[in-house]
């Protein structure tokens, strides 16, 4: 395949993801949205329906023109007006890859004659809760921050709606799937910073290792390969768990809303889900528990470390980093880092495969999202606030970080990305984009997109390490979380609708 042709399927996928988006939440009703798709090798802009808590896939066919991308250096955006004298107010996530981006900040500074003064860094667990506890104390006094396409239906009384300030023409390169992803009641209320989807990471050197083929054979009764499904995972988990000294065979973030996730994508996997299309909860039933059970059992029987449900993002790839991991299901965003030597020891011996299939047969794993930036209401520099983020989310500043290992939301930067890879000495390079591809196209969902899902998270996952703990039954502590989920969305008047 040439990389233009890569491209052509790589564009195509992404705008098809709008309808992925715009069918996993918000009210119970039909979503009407409008797309663009490759049809006999032109684009065209049709409006399609989809109904509500539905993953709707249509594949794009191969295109057999180009479409237009970017030429010469990448450009950078919001430098063309002076703000002399400004200081900006910034709470945004830090840690890990994502403080990169911030050492840009010192050339916009320069361009415009403003200040940005960063208040506040946390992982976004941590920054949700500070938006939450500022925005209803009233002492949000920063004018640009962190969002998340899970997290912004909380806060969009508190959010200055940016359709003001940013124009089609400035939008038009950004993927269709996140710009609706991040647009509730008719207006815009964040600016995709980059996207992101889980791949399954494996230690191809201790999968080509003859020795463990012939004994995972003998004890399993089938080939030792990249696992397809999650049942394989578990498999290959309990293999792999000691072969070397400190190491288990999988991992997952323990708590919080990323615990939440990691449940959701496995139980949509087996043909589950949250809620039904009344709002009810039904992750109690028979598939839920099941979904549960399966976490349980990789805790009881010692396959993952024993501070799981103490660990987040940055603890869990740290672990994979250190070599103490064999099947590892984690964000394309972790990428360089792994496959930098001076900083993990298991750089250049992994390898990537699409996330697996669940008890359904058919549903791969998908969970995804988008970080993103938001201005405050509150705010009394937007102007300025927006120019920041045209510069931070610019097609220059977004390239820079796509070659950290994020994915891009920009079609001009996955342009740029994919030409890169298909010159690239290592492989895996272009493998992880053609892998990033088909996820995108046919296994990203978002949770619900409503102001409730991080209140849900609260709920659940407390009840979830409960079960993994082993301090009550899966059924027992999923009833318990259906119970007061159901009681949340009562309050929040769903039933009465």
């Known amino acids: 395949m040439t990389a233009k042709t890569m491209l052509m399927r790589l564009m195509g996928a992404l705008t098809v993801a709008v309808l992925l988006v715009a069918a996993c939440g918000g009210a119970a009703t039909p979503q009407t949205v409008e797309v663009t798709r490759i049809v006999a090798g032109t684009l065209e802009r049709v409006v399609v329906t989809a109904p509500p808590q539905t993953v709707v ?11 237009p991308t970017g030429q010469g250096e990448p450009l950078l955006a919001g430098v063309d007006k002076k703000f002399d004298g400004v200081t900006l107010k910034m709470a945004t996530i830090g840690g890990g890859q994502y403080e990169a981006m911030y050492e840009s900040i010192k050339d916009w500074e320069a361009a415009t004659g403003a200040k940005v003064e960063i208040v506040y860094k946390g992982d976004g667990f941590q920054i949700d809760q500070k938006l939450k506890t500022d ?9 640009v921050v962190w969002d998340h396409t899970s997290f912004f239906s909380q806060y ?63 004890r399993y009764g089938y080939d030792l390969k990249p696992p397809e499904t999650w049942k394989q995972v578990y498999d290959q988990s309990e293999f792999f768990t000691g072969k070397l000294p400190g190491m288990y065979g999988t991992e997952f973030a323990g708590k919080e809303e990323a615990l939440t996730g990691r449940f959701y994508e496995i139980l949509k996997a087996n043909g589950g889900n949250f809620f039904d299309e009344n709002w009810k909860p039904i ?7 099941t ?34 991991i064999a099947v590892h299901n ?18 250049g011996q992994f390898d990537l495969v699409r996330q697996p299939v669940g008890l359904s047969g058919s549903i791969h794993s998908g969970w995804a999202g988008a970080h993103a930036f938001s201005i405050t209401k509150t705010s009394q520099n937007k102007e300025a606030g927006a120019a920041l983020i045209k510069f931070l989310t ?58 409730e899902w991080i209140p849900f998270s609260n709920i659940f996952y407390p009840k979830l390490q409960a079960i993994i703990l082993g301090d009550v039954s899966p059924k027992e502590g999923l009833d318990q979380a259906a119970a007061d989920t159901e009681k949340l969305m009562e309050e929040a008047g769903y039933y009465n609708k």
């Not at 594949?59 to 023109?65: G, I, L």
């Not at 399966?294 to 994979?320: C, E, H, I, M, Q």
């Not at 796509?402 to 290592?426: E, K, T």
């Not at 892998?435 to 990203?444: G, K, L, R, S």
Request: hydrophobic share 40%.
């Open 57 to 67: 896939v249509t594949a794009a066919p191969a295109p057999t023109q180009a479409l």
């Open 135 to 143: 925005f209803a104390a009233g002492t949000a006094d920063y004018d």
């Open 394 to 451: 610019s097609e220059k500043i977004m390239y820079e970080e796509a070659q950290l290992g994020f994915l891009p939301v920009r079609d001009s930067v996955w342009s740029r990305m994919i030409a890169d890879a298909a010159s690239s000495s290592n492989p895996l390079d272009k493998k992880r984009l053609e892998i990033a591809q088909t996820a995108i196209a046919n296994d990203f969902f978002t949770p619900p997109l409503i102001p």
């Open 330 to 347: 984690e964000w394309f965003g972790w990428y360089s880092y792994f496959q930098d030597p001076k900083n993990c020891k298991v750089a």
């Open 291 to 324: 979904t549960a059970e399966f976490f349980r059992d990789l805790y009881k029987n010692k396959l993952v470390p024993p501070d799981t449900t103490s660990l987040l993002w940055d603890g869990v790839a740290n672990n994979f980093c250190q070599g103490n």
């Open 156 to 218: 969009v009384n508190f959010l200055e709606p940016l359709e003001g300030y940013f124009s089609p023409a400035e939008l038009a390169d950004f993927s269709p799937a996140i710009i609706k992803g991040s647009t509730t009641d008719g207006h815009l209320w964040l600016i995709p910073r980059h996207a992101d989807i889980s791949v399954i990471h494996y230690r191809k050197d201790l999968f080509d290792d003859p020795k463990n083929q012939t004994d995972f054979k003998a």
């Open 283 to 289: 992750f109690n039933n028979e598939i839920g528990v």
